[in-house]
């Protein structure tokens, strides 16, 4: 009797270690597609865009992969931590989706942006993603260690990046109220940019998440939020 429920108890360790495996493997190919979405969008390179949109098909696929090794594990009747695992694993399997949903959405309008002229603000753009991929990366780390407090640095953070956001979002419309001719870029560059925003905003879920998993449903310390963009009457 011992050793068959040693048996099980060694089945069960190697379930969670390849589902926390499987989402930080899912959570990389999403930071990457990041990084790729960015460059092309530098790079002007539809083919390499093409290639991103394609890449998020990996990722959905890796997030069913969860969802199956979530049900094997709920099957076996878990304990309270464990139920948190499976929750949390989930909601970050989620989150991550999105995050690569994200990146393709800024592949596909980088696309549309390459029939343009050039804008300065793809600057502003690249600081802004490579904000959010290390969130992103970061987050996952913390998830990997159980670090808590390292997941709650990242949701902190998120107002360093709705900094950035909110100057970039009043820069391009100063643009397209000067040059009636970089309205099209602009908005483009809009809803890549509100997309980024949205990134940063499921790695502070992916936080929370960790938070849950580590503390329950202690109560999250306050953050700070410094999205501005709906108060568009000063430049």
């Known amino acids: 009797m011992n050793e068959q429920h040693g048996h099980i108890v060694k089945s069960h360790d190697e379930e969670q270690r390849r589902l926390l495996d499987e989402i930080l493997r899912m959570g990389e190919m999403a930071a990457a597609q990041l990084d790729a979405a960015l460059d092309v969008i530098d ?36 304990l309270a931590r464990d139920l948190r695992q499976i929750l949390a694993a989930l909601r970050i399997a ?27 603000p793809t600057r502003g753009l690249r600081a802004l993603g490579t904000l959010a991929a290390r969130q992103t990366r970061d987050v996952l780390a913390a998830y990997r260690d159980g670090d808590a407090q390292a997941a709650q640095r990242v949701r902190e953070r998120d107002a360093e990046l709705d900094v950035l956001y909110t100057g970039l979002f009043r820069e391009l419309l100063t643009y397209m109220m000067e040059d009636a001719h970089s309205i099209t870029p602009c908005t483009h560059l809009l809803f890549m940019a509100k997309n ?26 306050t953050r700070d939020k410094r999205d501005d963009t709906h108060d568009v009457s000063e430049p």
């Open 196 to 221: 980024i925003e949205r990134i940063g905003d499921h790695a502070t879920n992916i936080a929370e998440n960790v938070w849950f998993l580590v503390h329950g449903d202690d109560s999250l310390p």
């Open 94 to 120: 989620s989150d991550i989706e999105r995050i690569g949903d994200y990146a393709a959405n800024l592949a596909k309008r980088s696309m549309a942006l390459n029939r343009t002229p050039p804008l300065q």
């Open 43 to 78: 790079r002007r390179n539809d083919r390499a865009a093409e290639r991103i949109i394609a890449g998020d098909r990996a990722i959905d696929a890796l997030e069913h992969e969860v969802s199956n090794d979530v049900m094997k594990l709920a099957l076996r009747g878990p």
